[in-house]
């Protein structure tokens, strides 16, 4: 079976992920090593100043070098040949129905640097045919959890939340849910000067304003039907919302969004999930893990209690989505995306 090595840039703006995958981009053979390169506060700044736009080529040329850093270093860790390199980039720009969606990140300036072929662009076809583009990880989810029981649902906490349902039936259903960690990180960030709520404790020391939870789930998203999805700052408004609370307060009412955004997704799903497992950043937030318990009233546990690699399991899933995309499968399906058929999409960027 081809190696892969997948590379995720999440809208956390935390850092680049890698992972090595063993796969034909159906079944999942053997889990490489994976590794993460933060970006220090300087970057992140001017990648945060690229959101909401077209991206910038200078910013796009250094981000495709550090991703073009991970790929040797991981390859160099894994001592054997990688056959194709899945290249995510960084999505600046979320606009499906106006049939735009922008990641920044140069795949041919990437496969030049690597010398290994990359794919790229994994979004834009779908978003062209009419699909939201997002998310895109609900393949590799089915696959991993092939043997679990189910029905099952895998929420993804990055900087936005987005679910996989897995039904007893075989049904697979994907669609944003709606805030992940970006709000409470922006939060954080304004009124702390900190990366984001490390362990939940200004959400712990805080209280929940019922009446601003009120006015947040107003917002005509959460009326709308799936698949569905959201860029980074469609909901930005929220901190307007929450601007007249205390740091602490702020911080517990925007855990109470996410969770109980994840709470309302249930109302979309077939049946209710037996479980949940959780992946992203917000997997790490014991006040925001404690909250989806109390949403969601069934067991809500972290990918690793099933054995998946949490860290590395975005980044694998475009390695799993890259080697789909080079025999032609779908990357994207009616029931993830909304797009009208199973969709295969990426571009091959050759050394």
């Known amino acids: 079976m081809p190696t892969a090595l997948g590379l995720m840039s999440g809208t956390s703006l935390d850092g680049i992920d890698a992972a090595i995958l063993v796969t034909d981009g159906e079944r999942i053979e053997a889990f490489g090593p994976a590794l993460t390169l933060p970006y220090e506060p300087a970057f992140r700044d001017r990648l945060r100043a690229c959101l909401g736009t077209r991206g910038d080529g200078a910013v796009e040329r250094e981000l495709t070098i550090r991703h073009a850093l991970a790929v040797k270093r991981l390859a160099a860790d894994w001592g054997r040949p990688v056959d194709i390199v899945g290249f995510h980039g960084q999505t600046v720009l979320h606009r499906p129905k106006d049939g735009i969606t922008v990641q920044m990140g140069d795949g041919a300036l990437l496969a030049r640097e690597t010398g290994i072929p990359v794919v790229g662009d994994f979004r834009s076809a779908d978003v062209a045919a009419g699909g939201e583009g997002a998310p895109l990880v609900p393949l590799y989810h089915a696959a991993l959890a092939r043997d679990l029981d189910k029905p099952l649902a895998v929420l993804n906490l990055g900087g936005v939340g987005n679910v996989t349902f897995l039904g007893r039936d075989g049904g697979l259903l994907a669609f944003d849910t709606g805030p992940g960690n970006a709000l409470l990180d922006d939060w954080v960030r304004t009124h702390k000067g ?134 032609g499968l779908a990357l994207s399906l009616p029931t993830t995306t909304g797009v009208a058929r199973p969709m295969p999409g990426g571009t091959l960027y050759r050394p």
Request: charged share 25%; hydrophobic share 50%; with cysteine.
């Open 194 to 327: 900190m990366p984001c709520d490390v362990d939940g404790k200004l959400a712990l020391a805080g209280r929940a304003d019922a009446f601003t939870l009120v006015d947040l789930f107003a917002h005509p998203f959460f009326r709308r039907k799936p698949p569905k999805s959201l860029d980074r700052d469609d909901l930005a408004a929220a901190l307007d919302t929450v601007a007249r609370l205390s740091p602490a307060d702020g911080a517990a009412t925007l855990t109470g969004f996410t969770a109980g955004a994840v709470g309302r997704a249930v109302e979309w799903l077939p049946e209710e999930p037996r479980r949940w497992l959780v992946c992203g950043g917000g997997r790490r937030n014991p006040a925001l893990m404690a909250a989806l318990v109390q949403a969601l009233e069934v067991p809500v546990d972290p990918v690793e209690a099933v054995g998946w690699q949490g860290d590395a399991l975005e980044a694998q899933a475009f390695a799993f989505l890259a080697v789909r995309s080079t025999r």
